[in-house]
């Protein structure tokens, strides 16, 4: 094959101090990617570049190689650690490529990975889910009641609702707990090694490919669990080889002649309807109804109020640790407002804003003042009823459409390349709304 280096230019490069903030980027980063300096300066860089849930860039190697999401695009990017700081140059965009170069360089990455990269020991057991409402106390029950059988769970509910959570804690409950945990995030992984990562593959099945083959994801959680995070998001046709999975116990290696005798747990989740995306043409019928064996939703924030306080102290105490702050207290109005607030994000927007806070908390107290300090966060608890859906029907499109790119702006603490990917729409797009609709 060609030298890559030789016939694919870089995409620019994010340079990045010691604590993880942004410093600087090139005109071809901002170029490529229709992102503006004022949107990437200063920001963490976790925030620019989403990596799987499984890969820290934490303490990366040098000249390290590693996938990633940048505005959208699958990307491949070197790290290059100079000094205090780390340049992180994207060496490949994968839109830009052919699909025996992508699995070219996805095998460069296995070099970097340890053996059991894949298998991430589980951290979470019911106890530490919290939580004492009458609805997460029932969903706990039952998903501790299903824990000890091999069948297949199919985990629902908002995103940021804890299903990764829960899908450890049903495996550390299980028979299968001194086992393997391998998660996979569905989305995250580009259409094009989608099969060759969770089936795996054999020697010389496509150009590119390892001469011993390569054990995929279902291969690496055997006698084990396998969690499908956003499983609406798997393939089509890669939905009829899980299904085969399921019915028959036995995986084919892309490329393969033969099949292997897989005993895995399957747990799946997703925020998304799948009976809308069957009728949609977008999910399998027949493989919804093997994964809905047992159906766990897990409830949002706003139904479980009485665990808003115990959360936002929980996270008060888990940044106290981490930061090395004293807060001690949550001030009375703050409080009123946690618990009034919609929370969209659930969890994990009550532990951003809660970490938001920690970071410049004066004192022992957190107030209202601690977490209301950038413009694009709004304390305004929403009204139940608004004048939004009264007008012409420009004048109601153009509400909904306001309303939809503010939430994603709150959604996203102000991060305009993530409310795009959010809102399914180009950067430039939103820039183009945001200056329409005279949005700060």
């Given at each position: 094959m060609e030298n890559v280096n030789n016939v694919i230019r870089t995409w620019g490069s994010i340079e990045v101090d010691e604590n993880g903030r942004i410093i600087g980027a090139t005109a071809e980063f901002y170029e490529y990617f229709m992102i503006m300096p004022i949107d990437l300066i200063g920001k963490s860089i976790t925030r620019v570049i989403h990596t799987s849930s499984t890969f820290s860039m934490k303490g990366i190697a040098h000249k390290h190689v590693f996938s990633g999401v940048i505005s959208g695009h699958s990307c491949f990017i070197r790290a290059f650690r100079r000094k205090a700081d780390t340049l992180y140059t994207i060496i490949i965009r994968q839109d830009e490529l052919e699909y025996s170069d992508v699995v070219y360089f996805a095998n460069a990455l296995d070099k970097n990975k340890a053996k059991n990269n894949s298998l991430v020991p589980c951290r979470y057991s019911f106890e530490e889910i919290v939580g004492k409402s009458k609805e997460i106390e029932r969903v706990k029950e039952l998903a501790a009641r299903i824990a000890t059988s091999s069948s297949t769970v199919l985990l629902t509910g908002e995103t940021g609702t804890g299903k990764e959570l829960f899908a450890q804690a049903i495996h550390s409950l299980s028979t299968r707990k001194a086992q393997s945990f391998v998660p996979v995030n569905c989305a995250a992984i580009p259409d094009e090694l989608f099969e060759s990562e969770i089936f795996g593959y054999e020697a010389g099945a496509f150009s590119g490919a390892k001469k011993e083959g390569k054990p995929g994801k279902i291969e690496l959680a055997q006698n084990g669990t396998l969690f499908l995070d956003e499983i609406s998001e798997l393939p089509y046709q890669a939905q009829g080889k899980l299904l085969r999975v399921l019915q028959e116990r036995e995986v084919e290696r892309l490329g393969g002649t033969g099949t292997k005798n897989v005993d895995i747990r399957i747990i799946a989740a997703t925020n998304r309807d799948l009976r809308t995306l069957i009728q949609e043409g977008k999910f399998r019928q027949d493989l919804y109804y093997r994964l809905y064996v047992f159906e766990l939703k897990i409830p949002s924030l706003r139904e479980r109020h009485e665990d808003i306080l115990p959360l936002a102290y929980h996270f008060v105490d888990y940044f106290n640790n981490k930061l090395g702050s004293n807060v001690k207290e949550i001030d009375p109005k703050l409080q009123d407002w946690l618990i009034q607030y919609d929370w969209p994000g659930n969890i994990r927007?009550?532990?951003?804003?809660?970490?938001?806070?920690?970071?410049?908390?004066?004192?022992?107290?957190?107030?209202?003042?601690?977490?209301?300090?950038?413009?694009?966060?709004?304390?305004?608890?929403?009204?139940?009823?608004?004048?939004?859906?009264?007008?012409?029907?420009?004048?109601?499109?153009?509400?909904?459409?306001?309303?939809?790119?503010?939430?994603?702006?709150?959604?996203?603490?102000?991060?305009?390349?993530?409310?795009?990917?959010?809102?399914?729409?180009?950067?430039?797009?939103?820039?183009?709304?945001?200056?329409?609709?005279?949005?700060?």
């Open positions: 927007e009550i532990k951003a804003l809660i970490e938001r806070g920690m970071n410049i908390v004066d004192g022992g107290t957190l107030t209202l003042d601690s977490i209301y300090f950038t413009p694009n966060f709004l304390l305004e608890v929403p009204s139940a009823m608004d004048n939004s859906m009264s007008g012409t029907l420009d004048e109601v499109v153009g509400n909904a459409e306001k309303s939809a790119i503010q939430r994603a702006l709150k959604d996203s603490e102000g991060d305009r390349s993530l409310a795009a990917q959010k809102l399914k729409i180009h950067v430039a797009s939103l820039y183009r709304k945001i200056a329409k609709y005279k949005l700060k």
